[in-house]
């Protein structure tokens, strides 16, 4: 409601936030619509992709994908972005106006540049100091486009039980994949 006020959200208490009764809505995916000047293969540059926040994905397994946050717009490339990945999209409407958020759990950067063999950064998930995940929720404006990641694998070798749905959480850090297209390239230097 007060985007521009500078006050820490943290330190205030929860009786003076706004009270709320009304409904709210989860979604099990939601699409990103972006303009990649580019890329060829879209009419003008537009593409879409689709990121999805499931509990069941087809009735199996959970299905939460990753993204590229807008942090600091004024900066290029990673230095502009965060990864987060989405655990759930909602919306809700409060007095008048409709808000689409989704509920994510942070990445933290490695470093403070992409890794020298890989030439991809290295992200972690966050964490505050009681272990507990460090969530948030945001707008739905504030999400760019879907991020890829790939483990960093270690020496020792993978479970042949891992199952693909379970590598977002079966790792200690991840390459975000700038060649997953040429977009991914464009904006992951």
């Known amino acids: 409601m007060h985007p521009d006020n500078p006050q820490d959200l943290s330190g205030v208490p929860e009786n003076r936030f706004p009270g709320y009764t009304g409904r709210v809505s989860v979604f099990n995916s939601a699409s990103s619509r972006f303009y990649a000047p580019s890329d060829i293969s879209g009419i003008g540059g537009m593409r879409t992709k689709y990121i999805r926040a499931c509990p069941l994905w087809r009735n199996e397994h959970p299905h939460h994908d990753c993204v590229f ?42 470093g403070d540049s992409p890794d020298e063999d890989s030439g991809m950064w290295v992200v972690r998930p966050a964490y505050h100091a009681n272990h507990s995940p460090n969530l948030s929720i945001i707008h739905i404006d504030a999400i760019y486009r879907a991020a890829h990641l790939i483990p960093v694998y270690g020496a020792q070798f993978v479970s042949r039980d891992l199952e693909f749905y379970q590598s977002y959480d079966s790792f200690c850090t991840y390459y975000v994949n700038k060649y997953a297209d040429h977009h991914a390239f464009e904006i992951a230097f």
Not at 72 to 92: H, W
Request: charged share 20%; aromatic share 20%.
């Open 69 to 110: 946050v807008n942090t600091k717009p004024e900066q290029e490339g990673m230095q502009g972005f965060d990864i987060a990945r989405v655990r759930c999209f909602f919306s809700f409407t409060f007095r008048g106006e409709m808000y689409p958020c989704a509920v994510i759990h942070w990445f933290d950067t490695v």
